[in-house]
């Protein structure tokens, strides 16, 4: 249980402590800053602390977010401040500089504008200010309209009273609890009540990570009520689809509500979402089969698609959101855009983002069949990517930027390269200049794609263009990806190596083999996003053995073009079976080994919009 030490003489009247209980500390009192060094050193080490300043006027869920929040080891509100074990010996620090030299006792009145006078005499504020003087991050929530002060006299105290009376403290919750920027249709069509659901399991004392479970198993029913292949099925499959989104939906607004994040729920909903979506599309697939209709090319395209779309974004986020002297002509165009109402709304549709698209799907699935879904996905994913893609390169040729070597190191562990481009990269030195490396990308990449499409199975030709895409995808990453361009390296990679299995498998014209190549496709994507996500968390990549084992994309790449050369199409299909079971397998013990472990990091953040 944490711990809550309140300091200084206490105020009658006041519910402060039994707001802290309701939180779900344990009370403690001190009288000054003597005193709470001393029960401070008698809080077993791994108890989160919070000092609160006994005169502490505020809202209940101005406390929560300042004291509760777990994503944060220090954080703190006026008046409060908090630390987690791993922070514990900083504020105890701190603590002990104050009782040496103890801050005055002056007080800050109001200038004129009404606002109540302020104690500066605060244990909790002058600890704060000195865990920010020595440098230790300290977390400061926005607060917005609620109310956190520590009134100088009885006037003043009054007022801060009157100012919470006029704040509904649980509607700024339940509006806090949505995200601020999303799609159209989550916006205007989900939230609205979801918030509610989410308040719902609150009170119930459901999880986060219940509802993202509850939100999967949805979608794989849904995508088993597609594989029966009836209209009666696609019918309760887009039903259930959009079921599954609003429990997607749920789940981060109630960790919002609840302040309930944690490391399992970070890789929960960082994965389930993609999970969710390619298991439809497979469900699709399946249900088209038992039609007579073989759509799994584009179920498999679909899915490439839209994982080459997330890597646009991911690349191109992790390239400049540190990036110095960051100015572009584009930027400033869309942020005044921005300042149009209906602008906003219409570019966030026009993306095709989570919402939009799953409405989408579910529609068609029910009034339509699969290939048709399949082409509107695909048209519309299309557009989508070239749109958000252009956008970008436009900026990133028209900004004055110089990227960090966080930037580039991220942009390396997203390229995957195996142990090929290790040996290459050491044989090439230092690479090449400027445009090269993403135009030398690109042409690897379509080198590869265009000889496995074009030539019949079996040929020698695609293992060619596996030589070559390996080599220029050496020379690609053999200097730090600094340039303006530069992000666009890793989803080049994807592209290729997941155009290059698609291709083949098309290819081999045997019954089973674009499902295998689905299942492939599947398992290495998700490596490619347990990667992001690692990132995300500034943990680093996934360990080079993982990498190496599972050869890069440029090993697998070439690895499947010898397979297609040397194998008859059946043979094929039972090898890219083996080796999806095999990829699969490795990926995902280290990753869930690497989640449920103390040492991941928390990275549950606004979620993807895309």
């Known amino acids: 249980m944490p711990t809550a030490i309140v300091t200084g003489q206490p105020v009658p009247g006041s519910s402060l402590e039994n707001d802290l209980r309701s939180l779900g500390f344990d009370v403690r ?265 073989d759509v799994w090319a584009l179920a498999l395209g679909a899915m490439i698609l839209q994982t080459c779309r997330h890597v646009v974004d991911f690349s191109f986020n992790e390239a400049n959101h540190d990036a110095t002297a960051n100015t572009s002509p584009t930027a400033a165009l869309s942020d005044k855009l921005d300042s149009v109402g209906w602008t906003v709304w219409l570019r966030r549709m026009i993306v095709l983002p989570i919402g939009e698209r799953w409405a989408m799907i579910a529609v068609l699935t029910a009034v339509t069949t699969p290939r048709i879904t399949f082409y509107v996905l695909l048209a519309g994913c299309a557009f989508a990517a070239a749109y958000t893609t252009a956008g970008r390169v436009l900026r990133s040729v028209t900004r004055t930027a110089r990227r960090t070597d966080r930037a580039a190191q991220a942009l390396a562990d997203l390229a995957d390269p195996g142990p090929l481009a290790g040996v290459l990269r050491r044989v090439t030195g230092k690479g090449l200049p400027g445009f090269a490396v993403p135009a030398v990308a690109l042409l690897g990449g379509a080198v590869v794609v265009a000889c496995s499409a074009l030539t019949d199975f079996g040929g020698p030709l695609p293992v060619a263009g596996a030589v070559v895409y390996v080599l220029t995808s050496a020379l690609a990453v053999a200097r730090p990806l600094k340039g303006a361009l530069d992000w666009l390296v890793p989803p080049f990679f994807r592209a290729a190596e997941y155009g290059t299995v698609l291709a083949l498998a098309g290819e081999a014209d045997v019954n089973g083999a674009l499902p295998a190549a689905f299942g492939l496709v599947a398992a290495v994507a998700y490596h490619h996003y347990d990667t992001v996500y690692r990132i995300r968390g500034n943990a680093g990549a996934p360990p080079a053995w993982l990498v190496r084992s599972i050869g890069g994309h440029d090993g697998r790449t070439l690895l499947v073009t010898v397979l297609a050369a040397v194998l008859t199409g059946a043979q094929f299909k039972v090898a890219l079976t083996v080796l999806a079971v095999a990829v699969a397998l490795v990926v995902l013990v280290e990753s869930i080994r690497f989640w449920v472990s103390a040492g991941a990091p928390a990275v549950h953040d606004e979620g993807e919009t895309a």
């Open 29 to 293: 009192v001190a009288a000054d800053a003597a005193e709470t060094e001393s029960v401070l050193a008698n809080v077993p080490a791994d108890r989160r602390v919070a000092l609160i300043d006994a005169r502490f006027v505020g809202h209940l869920h101005a406390l929560r977010l300042g004291l509760t929040d777990p994503r944060f080891p220090l954080a703190a509100v006026p008046g409060a401040v908090t630390a987690q074990p791993a922070a514990r010996q900083a504020l105890a620090g701190a603590v002990a500089r104050e009782t040496a030299a103890p801050g005055g006792t002056a007080t800050a009145h109001a200038a004129g504008g009404g606002a109540p006078a302020l104690a500066l005499d605060s244990l909790a504020d002058r600890v704060a200010d000195t865990l920010d003087a020595d440098g230790d991050a300290v977390h400061r929530p926005e607060l917005g309209s609620l109310v956190a002060a520590v009134p100088a006299d009885p006037q003043a105290r009054n007022e801060a009273r009157q100012a919470v009376s006029a704040v509904d403290d649980e509607a700024v919750r339940l509006k806090s609890a949505v995200k601020s920027r999303d799609g159209f249709f989550t916006t205007f069509l989900i939230s609205p009540y979801s918030r509610y659901l989410a308040r719902w399991c609150a009170r119930r004392g459901l999880t986060p990570n219940q509802v993202t479970t509850a939100s999967l198993l949805t979608a794989l029913i849904a995508a088993g009520c597609a594989a029966t292949g009836t209209r009666g099925g696609f019918v309760a499959a887009g039903v259930l689809l959009i079921a599954s989104f609003v429990l997607d939906c749920t789940d981060g607004q109630l960790a919002r509500y609840a302040l309930k994040y944690s490391t399992l729920g970070a890789w929960l909903d960082a994965t389930f979402d993609r999970a969710k979506e390619y298991a439809y599309y497979a469900g699709l697939a399946l249900g088209a089969a038992r039609g007579g209709d």
